[in-house]
């Protein structure tokens, strides 16, 4: 089971194979609910059976409110998965000296209660 989206100009490469979410690229869709309802959709079906551990890992070089909305979204069905004693991992690159996706992946951390790391790298690509 494995949902694949592919990149396109302002929405992101999507992947979520064998417990793995990948989430990279912009991310600037009109409408972001309509673009990753697949995904939730997969996460709801994923929820059911989920693997011992699931990695969340997102590398995202801008991302609009809409899209930060359903980011929220997503990890908040995670945390469902996770209250239910699954091990879940999310791990926030952000670009060296990008302090506006840096700062979102802090404000993110904040508020969730799932393991959430920052990792900072010279480049996403």
Do not use: C
């Not at 992101?12 to 673009?35: H, Q, T, W, Y």
């Not at 997102?58 to 909305?69: F, K, P």
């Not at 979102?104 to 969730?112: E, I, M, Q, S």
Request: aromatic residues 12%; hydrophobic residues 40%.
């Amino acid at each position: 089971m494995n949902i694949l989206i592919q990149k396109a100009s302002n929405t992101p490469f999507v992947k979520f194979e064998d417990g793995v979410l990948v989430i990279s690229g912009r991310s600037i869709p009109e409408n972001a609910i309509s673009f990753f309802e697949p995904l939730f959709k997969f996460i709801g079906e994923y929820a059911k059976n989920p693997d011992t551990i699931t990695e969340i890992n997102i590398l995202l070089e801008y991302a609009n409110s809409s899209t930060n909305r359903s980011l929220m979204a997503i990890f908040t069905l995670f945390e469902h998965i996770y209250e239910n004693g699954h091990t879940i991992n999310i791990n926030w690159y952000f670009e060296t000296g990008d302090e506006l996706m840096q700062d979102l992946g802090k404000d993110f951390k904040a508020v969730l209660r799932l393991p959430f790391t920052l990792h900072e790298k010279e480049s996403l690509s």
